[in-house]
């Protein structure tokens, strides 16, 4: 009886954890993957320098507070003050850009969106794809275009630490036109391409924290809650099989 | 303890022959598998669903224009807020896995079959009931897979001639799904379907306690032989629920919370089928998903709506074979004319019959879900995908009403045969 139980608990188990990894990634399907590790906290760190200093004058992350940042990155107040904040908020107040709406969609043609829920709405495989995918197209207002999101309004705010990419273009067929086949480095930048994947990677990471802050929290609460239920459910089963000792020898 | 005990009993004389007659001495099939699970497993998720809802009001803030920004503050700021809403969209989901399993066990073992005929038709309410209730929960959030759901769900009345399009509009309160729907789904959510839900249990358990358990030899245990251990007079084959399927639902009820742990910590967003990439953006009239569609539990009904086509110049077809795909379930006790329950003596063709209704559900719903559109490209490169699409789902809306059809034809005109019922419950452990 205990084998049969067990086998049909362990099946069950064995089911449910082949299928998990389908449904655990995260969007961006068919995407390169990112190889963001949201509790690695060093990656965390240098992902906030990147987002302070190159994507705050644009983007807001009005769910996520300067405080919270802190107590999460394991920064001081002091060294988020300094070091994250430059726009005078309060060390309680949530992260909004000083960029004027007004003036951005002049700039843009759109209002920079608000970056908190961005890896959950894109996935962070985009977040990092997209990042990487920048290159000069003198065809787009802003000079810039995107073979991940064709025609985004976004110039590439990293390319001093890229580089330039330039788009290598397929032999147009008849009737249509050339596409953009691969990206090519006209002009290195500040960063080998290496060192800038992992800074996308840590910019992506970054964010794939500020989407869910309680990613950081709730796996390592979830080991305890799962040990916790396995022994209860043990216990259980042995309660259930004292009891039903009398049914068994009664039939 | 015994004072107090005949403190109430004076007072209430009635209340522990209540307790004796739906507990101690009711009277179950001593052979409950597996799939007898499934109904307290429902009851505890109809707890989960109503406790951690209350502390989500808490938060919550009924208005378009706050709805989004108040559940990333029960996520963000709330102390754990994001345990509360994660068990409350993970318990959503798993509902419905509990009761499809749980309505599958019926059709598998006969359970709808007289003399449990009320019981079934109550479940069925349930159903209906529970997928208001999910559908409206689904838009509270406010996200944008929120915003066009409800819009796609609710347009879906106005395809009823004449009055469908004032009715779309007296729904919504709006032109769109605006502030007044969102209050309107809110008090339909938190107050008016919960009640209706809690006394349809209370009425399904209550109707199911008059004629007793089905089991899965499909065995009419009360009118069989009597005598057992506890009691001369009550079926030989039965034991008391209290203390032993108490005892065995809560071996259930760890293994089924250690399952929905895994999912709450480590996948709460299942990869999407739980919560949806496109329900963390705001609801926005102005900008459509790529791909509209609901949550995972209503794909198969969803799927059968988009395959069946208009004619007639009406749309209206989808929405009838949606809903009547409902309906024919309900009614199932007068499709199936057969006198044996148990597909375990049930004709090979009741089998067949059986394995088609899954497989064409579970087709269904990858059709509804998107997962067919993504994988025929893979699987047929160079084949237009909507007529591929097309040719399978319609294919499986058949093989779905060829169920009922088949089921119908085989039990009325006699063909099936069926293997000779025992008197006496098989126990196989």
């Known amino acids: 009886m205990i084998k049969r139980y067990l086998s049909a608990m362990a099946l069950a188990l064995g089911l449910f954890v082949a299928t998990a990894p389908a449904f655990a990634a995260e969007g961006g399907e068919g995407l390169p993957s990112a190889g963001t590790n949201v509790n690695d906290r060093a990656s965390l760190q240098r992902g906030a320098k990147l987002f302070f200093n190159y994507c705050v004058g644009c983007h807001s992350l009005k769910y996520v507070r300067y405080s919270r940042l802190a107590s999460d990155l394991g920064l001081s107040e002091d060294e988020v003050m300094s070091n994250l904040n430059f726009t005078g908020a309060k060390f309680g107040e949530p992260v909004i850009s000083h960029m004027p709406a007004d003036s951005a969609k002049t700039w843009f043609g759109k209002e920079p969106p608000d970056l908190s829920l961005e890896a959950r709405a894109k996935g962070v495989d985009f977040i990092f794809n997209y990042l990487n995918s920048f290159y000069l197209d ?85 080991v305890w809650v799962v040990l916790f239920l396995a022994l209860l459910t043990f216990l259980l089963y042995l309660v259930k099989h004292e009891y039903w000792k009398d049914v068994h020898e009664n039939h | 303890m015994a004072n107090l005990f005949d403190w109430v009993n004076e007072r209430a004389p009635n209340l522990a022959p209540t307790f004796r007659k739906h507990m101690t001495e009711y009277y179950a099939p001593k052979n409950f598998n597996l799939w007898y699970y499934f109904g307290s497993l429902a009851i505890l998720v109809l707890v989960n669903q109503i406790v951690t809802g209350i502390f989500l009001t808490m ?240 794909t198969p009904f969803y799927a059968i709506l988009r395959m069946i086509p208009s004619f007639f110049g009406t749309a209206i077809w989808g929405v009838i074979g949606m809903f009547g795909s409902i309906l024919l379930l309900a009614l199932l006790p007068w499709i199936d004319r057969g006198e044996v329950r148990s597909v375990r003596f049930r004709g090979m063709g009741y089998r067949i019959a059986l394995a088609v209704l899954v497989i064409s559900f579970l087709s269904l719903g990858a059709v509804g879900a998107g997962v067919t559109a993504e994988l025929i490209p893979e699987w047929f490169p160079g084949a237009d995908v909507t007529t591929v699409e097309n040719a399978f789902g319609r294919l499986m809306t058949l093989g779905y009403f060829g169920f009922f059809v088949f089921l119908w034809v085989y039990t009325h005109f006699g063909f099936e045969k069926t293997k000779p019922v025992p008197e006496r419950v098989t126990m196989h452990d």
């Open chain 1, 138 to 222: 003198p065809s787009r207002p802003v000079g810039w275009n995107n073979t991940i999101f064709p025609n985004a309004s976004m110039p590439n705010p990293l390319w001093e630490l890229q580089g330039l990419q330039v788009g290598v273009h397929s032999e147009a067929k008849p009737g249509q036109d050339s596409v953009v086949e691969k990206l090519e480095l006209s002009q290195p930048g500040r960063m080998t391409p290496e060192e800038f994947k992992g800074a996308t990677r840590d910019l992506a990471t970054f964010l794939e924290y500020t989407a869910e802050p309680a990613a950081l929290e709730r796996q390592s609460v979830g």
């Open chain 2, 59 to 298: 938060n919550y803030k009924t208005s378009a224009l706050e709805a989004f920004n108040s559940v990333e503050y029960i996520m963000r700021d709330v102390e754990w807020g994001w345990l509360i809403r994660y068990m409350h969209s993970t318990g959503a989901s798993l509902f419905f896995v509990v009761v499809f399993l749980h309505m599958f066990r019926g059709i598998m073992y006969g359970s709808f079959k007289r003399p449990r005929e009320l019981v079934w038709i109550l479940g069925m309410l349930i159903f209906l009931v529970l997928m208001a209730e999910a559908f409206m929960g689904y838009v509270l959030p406010w996200g944008n897979m929120s915003f066009w759901g409800a819009k796609v769900i609710i347009s879906l009345f106005g395809t009823i001639p004449y009055i469908g399009p004032g009715l779309v509009e007296w729904i919504m309160g709006d032109f769109l799904p605006a502030d007044a729907t969102l209050n309107r789904f809110f008090a339909l959510h938190v107050i008016a379907l919960p009640l209706v839900l809690l006394l349809l249990v209370v009425l399904h358990l209550a109707a199911l306690h008059e004629v007793g358990s089905n089991n899965p030899d499909g065995v009419d245990v009360k009118h069989g032989p009597k005598g057992n251990r506890w009691d001369a007079s009550k079926p030989i084959d039965a034991i008391p629920f209290h203390p032993y399927y108490t005892v065995k639902d809560l071996v259930g009820v760890g293994f089924f919370l250690l399952i929905a742990a895994f999912i709450i910590f480590f996948a709460p967003t299942f990869g999407g089928w739980f919560l949806e990439h496109d329900n963390f953006t705001p609801a926005n009239n102005l900008v459509t998903p790529s791909h509209i569609k609901p949550s995972w539990y209503f």
